[in-house]
């Protein structure tokens, strides 16, 4: 089985062609193996360029998660259709860089991980009038160690943060 690593398709740095637009900022915790959604607020963000998988993992998450590794969240419709989706740092870990010298005495960049046993970040959504829900994926966790394959962690829904009601 192949496993490719899903990325981040954004735009150069001077955002040409692209403006500030409605987003969502939605603050999440992770505790006790838990993702919850804390709070929606509403912001003029220019946001980076929804990430598309590769083309071995077209085909639905069944077979994403067979082809793709990493961490990632959707905005989704309430149909389930993806409207939007980023990848990013696994919130679960924690890293640290710092700056060492290398064998020949130059510098050079350290990296250490360690799991979190929890964890406050912030996603970035674009206000969309279909959008219902966040949905996580990423690597599943047993015991603080993430173990093989991809999977639907969590599912946030928006409306009930925002005052919509049910779906």
């Known amino acids: 089985m192949a496993v490719v690593v899903l990325l981040v398709l954004c ?6 062609g692209r403006e500030e637009a409605e987003a969502e900022r939605l603050v999440v915790t992770w505790a006790a193996g838990t993702f919850r959604l804390r709070t929606a607020t509403g912001v003029a963000k220019r946001l980076p360029r929804a990430a598309a998988l590769p083309a071995a ?30 990848a990013m740092r696994d919130p679960r870990v924690a890293v640290v860089e710092w700056v ?10 350290a990296r250490a991980e360690a799991p979190r046993r ?31 394959g991809v999977r639907e962690l969590a599912r946030l829904r928006l409306r009930a943060v925002a005052g919509g009601g049910a779906p």
């Open 11 to 16: 735009g150069g740095a001077g955002g040409a």
């Open 57 to 86: 993992a077209e085909g639905g998450p069944e077979r994403a998660a067979e082809a793709v590794a990493g961490f990632w969240y959707e905005l989704r419709s309430c149909a389930g259709a993806v409207l939007y989706r980023r």
């Open 118 to 148: 929890e964890a406050v970040f912030a996603l970035t959504v674009p206000r969309h009038p279909e959008g219902c829900e966040v949905v996580l994926r990423g690597p599943a966790e047993r015991a603080g160690r993430a173990r093989g």
């Open 100 to 109: 060492e010298t290398g064998p020949e005495g130059t510098p050079r960049i």
